[in-house]
């Protein structure tokens, strides 16, 4: 089984429609990440949560928010869906005792806002 | 502020030749950590190598091998004897500073290796 699972993996919606991207992981690490990425722009970071109790703003927060559910989960709603929102997300976790405190990342959700 | 370009948007060889990926970064900070992440076609990101600053020692994977050289604030990545399944889109990033959390992306290097 996947240590990082997304879902739903692929999402079509409409403008103005609010969307929830889900994120599992069972690696056990407490931070975890919601990034976007865009064609030629790499990945870019949404949010950022080191804990239940802490939460961040990454460089594009702008029509996000996320929650923290529980150590294990961490969703990222789009309140009112817009179509430059269209890109593939990607949920990573990290664990900060690591050396490297490396992330891992999720399989990726594949947005479409028409 | 901390940056990271890969100057390579497609590149495209014919299977078996060598093949170097090129990254070149920006940091003031002293302490900082590079990655290269691998995304084949079917979308996830899968990682390859880390690094970091006060480690200079090249490394060498099967048919991969890392140069990292502070001089020129470079990671770049060869692919030896490429193989189809090299196709992808890899991306190599940065973590800047003792408590930081973000990792900055170059844009990526699509790598096509033709049969």
């Known amino acids: 089984d996947a240590d990082v699972t997304q879902t739903p993996r692929n999402r079509i919606t409409k403008t103005g429609k609010r969307i929830m991207l889900e994120c599992s992981q069972t690696k056990g690490h407490d931070r975890m990440y919601w990034y976007r990425q865009d064609p030629g722009l790499g990945l870019r970071l949404i949010y950022y949560s080191f804990d239940v109790k802490d939460i961040n703003k990454g460089e594009i927060s702008d029509g996000y928010s996320v929650s923290r559910q529980a150590q294990a989960k961490f969703s990222l709603s789009l309140e009112s869906a817009i179509p430059n929102q269209t890109a593939l997300y990607f949920c990573a976790t990290s664990d900060p005792l690591a050396p490297y405190n490396e992330q891992f990342f999720g399989p990726g959700t594949r947005l479409t806002v028409l | 502020a901390q940056k990271v370009t890969q100057a390579q948007t497609e590149i495209s060889v014919v299977e078996k030749e060598d093949v170097t990926l090129d990254c070149v970064y920006e940091?003031?900070?002293?302490?900082?950590?590079l990655f290269w992440y691998k995304q084949p076609p079917s979308g996830e990101l899968v990682f390859l190598i880390r690094?970091?600053?006060?480690?200079?020692q090249n490394e060498i994977s099967g048919r991969y091998s890392w140069n990292f050289q502070k001089s020129t604030s470079s990671f770049n990545f060869t692919i030896t004897a490429s193989q189809v399944v090299d196709s992808a889109v890899y991306f190599c990033?940065?973590?800047?500073?003792?408590?930081?959390?973000?990792?900055?992306f170059g844009q990526g290097t699509r790598l096509t290796i033709n049969p």
């Open positions: 940091t003031r900070d002293t302490t900082y950590y």
């Open positions: 690094r970091n600053s006060f480690d200079e």
């Open positions: 990033a940065l973590r800047s500073g003792q408590g930081a959390q973000k990792l900055v």
